[in-house]
């Protein structure tokens, strides 16, 4: 018996290591912004300033939405969201007010568009990975 709880705790361990056998979800994705930069206007704004890729699947609704996001570093695995906006219309810029609390952001520019093909057993909101920029105060 002790022998047969011991082999049966080697394969859940065997079976909780394999990490290879991870798949790409299928599907349609979004490109991530390109040539993110950010410039100071002023002593409290930041303009953030990207480019929309050109190679943007047919499967996706144009025009495009960017989503921004701001997360305020507390530690190495923490953070907590202060801002987040949605920008219609595929646009290139952004003027973001600089938190007033010292600290470091991070400032995440992403991709977000819909589906053409309706699936109800697949999300029609697509976001891409993001771009990040860091702001220190």
């Not at 390109?34 to 002593?43: Q, R, Y």
């Not at 305020?72 to 646009?91: L, N, R, W, Y």
């Not at 952001?105 to 029609?124: A, C, F, M, P, R």
């Amino acid at each position: 018996m002790k022998r047969y709880i011991i082999a049966l705790i080697v394969m859940v361990i065997i079976s909780a290591c394999r990490k290879d056998e991870f798949d790409v979800k299928e599907g349609v994705s979004l490109p991530t912004v390109e040539n993110l930069k950010s410039e100071a206007v002023g002593t409290s704004q930041v303009k953030l300033s990207w480019q929309i890729p050109q190679q943007i699947p047919s499967e996706i609704e144009r025009p495009l939405k960017v989503f921004l996001e701001v997360n305020k570093i507390i530690g190495p695995t923490k953070h907590i969201s202060v801002f987040s906006h949605t920008i219609v219309e595929e646009a290139t810029s952004f003027l973001f007010d600089i938190p007033t609390d010292p600290g470091e952001y991070h400032v995440v520019v992403k991709l977000n568009g819909t589906t053409v093909q309706k699936d109800k057993n697949y999300s029609q909101n697509i976001f891409s990975l993001g771009q990040t920029i860091v702001l220190k105060k």
